[in-house]
Nanobody, 111 residues
Framework: QVQLVESGGGLVQPGGSLRLSCAASERIFSAYGVAWYRQAPGKQRELVAIITDSTNTNYADSVKGRFTISLDNPKNTVYLQMNSLKPEDTAVYYC?????WGQGTQVTVSL
């Protein structure tokens, strides 16, 4: 059973930055697309960013120009660099690869 483990969440002020990490227990990221989703209280889970073929990326309009997804294949780790954070970015962020999901990491943007 593949495990995905996220880390890097926390509390940050508006305008600040965080980098989320998602480490896989097996080498699967190069074979499948890897995505970050988020879910805010009372809202549906939404796609934030996705990377395929290790280099092709797509982003939700709400995070374009602020977030960057990247993949380190030797480390089996995908990252989400989040800059210029806004209160509306507050959510639990999940890593997804195929049918596998991480447990989520909380990101809170607040004064």
């Amino acid at each position: 059973q593949v495990q995905l483990v996220e880390s890097g969440g926390g509390l940050v002020q508006p305008g600040g930055s965080l980098r989320l990490s998602c480490a896989a227990s097996e080498r699967i990221f190069s074979a499948y697309g890897v995505a970050w989703y988020r879910q805010a209280p009372g809202k549906q889970r939404e796609l934030v960013a996705i990377i395929t073929d290790s280099t092709n990326t797509n982003y939700a309009d709400s995070v374009k120009g602020r977030f960057t997804i990247s993949l380190d294949n030797p480390k089996n780790t995908v990252y989400l660099q989040m800059n210029s954070l806004k209160p509306e970015d507050t959510a639990v962020y999940y890593c997804n690869c195929g049918r596998f999901w991480g447990q989520g990491t909380q990101v809170t943007v607040s004064l």
